[in-house]
């Protein structure tokens, strides 16, 4: 099974409220990029990598008027792509949802989020002292995490969370005294969240369930000063430690080596500097209990993987469609993974677009 984790910068902006393509030469939300342009590189990329499952960073909105899945379904309806179905978590305010694309013909997949005295379900507030002022803190997600059931070819079960961790730019600040205050509390709050989700990690891991954890954390080692502030950052906290810690490569090497060339998943640019600035954002966490089926992470990197740099095509449609790049994990789960699967699989009928529960 290869599954992959791409957050697509305003995804949403290609799509009209129907959920049709808005496939012409008006301008995406990207930077000197029409939306023809980058609906075509992300339907390469879509295409090339080949992946069963995606988890969709930045999906498009649902409301009132917008669809995710109407919007995804179409986007793989016109690029013939085999992950055809689509499923979505708690919706949100931010028009970034959290998606999944899988192909039904290898896959079964369904939103099963869960809950626990110390991990509420991603959708409520999560009750923690930020400030050490013992005042109990309520905590939202702006984009809670989504929780699926899948099931590989009906006879692997596994838990998969997509996550994307609130930014912790501190927007609104009119001073340096502001832009700091803001920025630890925007860390706090990112803290906090890691914490929640780590908690529900280890619930998965009591009961013996496979977890993959994939998304764009918005975190790493040595991304700011605040990491030494804190001591950890929320990557290591979701991560865990000893027997119990979830193993992403990249995450490995970025965390043993702070000093020198580290991975990268994303390329933003630094206007005021005129330049380009990269980072390690994107990861896909596995439970140890899938360590021996891991048979290779890879990033997508047009300029850092030597088989992307080496298709002109491949690495201009990475450049076109997003400031970040896909990662994909493939696993050997045709062997006995130790996981038996439940009585009834999870439903893959795509929810209907006009806002029933199902397609007839």
């Not at 309520?138 to 930014?167: M, Q, T």
């Not at 954390?217 to 950890?232: I, K, M, S, T, V």
């Not at 990557?235 to 043993?256: C, K, T, Y």
Request: net charge negative.
């Amino acid at each position: 099974m290869r599954i992959a984790t791409y957050n697509i910068e305003w995804f949403d902006a290609l799509f009209d409220d129907d959920g049709r393509l808005l496939d012409n030469g008006g301008w995406s939300g990207r930077r000197d990029v029409t939306r023809a342009e980058q609906i075509a590189a992300l339907g390469h990329v879509f295409r090339t990598m080949d992946a069963d499952a995606v988890m969709v960073i930045e999906a498009p909105d649902t409301n009132r008027r917008r669809n995710t899945i109407a919007a995804l379904q179409t986007f793989a309806e016109a690029f013939d792509l085999r992950t055809s179905h689509a499923r979505m978590g708690f919706p949100n305010a931010t028009q970034q949802e959290i998606a999944l694309l899988f192909d039904p013909a290898m896959i079964a997949a369904r939103h099963a989020p869960a809950e626990a005295e110390d991990a509420p379900r991603f959708d409520l507030s999560f009750g923690i002292d930020l400030d050490i002022d013992a005042t109990r803190d309520e905590v939202e997600f702006s984009k809670p995490p989504f929780e699926v059931a899948l099931r590989w070819r009906n006879r692997v079960d596994l838990r998969l969370i997509g996550a994307h961790l609130k930014s912790k730019a501190p927007h609104g600040a009119r001073s340096r005294d502001e832009m700091m205050r803001f920025s630890i509390a925007n860390r706090r709050k990112q803290l906090a969240q890691a914490i929640w989700l780590r908690r529900r990690i280890e619930g998965h891991l009591a009961q013996g369930d496979p977890v993959i954890v994939l998304g764009d954390l918005n975190d790493g080692p040595g991304l700011d000063e605040f990491e030494a502030l804190f001591g950890r950052s929320s990557l290591e906290i979701v991560m865990g430690h000893g027997a119990e810690a979830l193993f992403d490569p990249h995450a490995h090497q970025a965390l043993s080596q702070r000093v020198g060339a580290q991975p990268a998943t994303a390329r933003f640019m630094i206007a005021p500097d005129n330049r380009y600035l990269q980072a390690l954002l994107d990861y896909i966490l596995i439970s140890p209990d899938l360590r021996d089926r891991a048979r290779g992470w890879r990033i997508w990197h047009p300029f850092d993987d030597p088989v992307c740099w080496r298709d002109p095509v491949l690495r201009e449609a990475l450049l076109m469609a997003s400031d970040h790049f896909p990662v994909t994990l493939d696993l050997d789960l045709d062997g006995d993974a130790g996981c038996d699967p439940q009585d009834d699989p999870p439903d893959v009928t795509p929810r209907d677009p006009d806002g029933g529960d199902a397609l007839a």
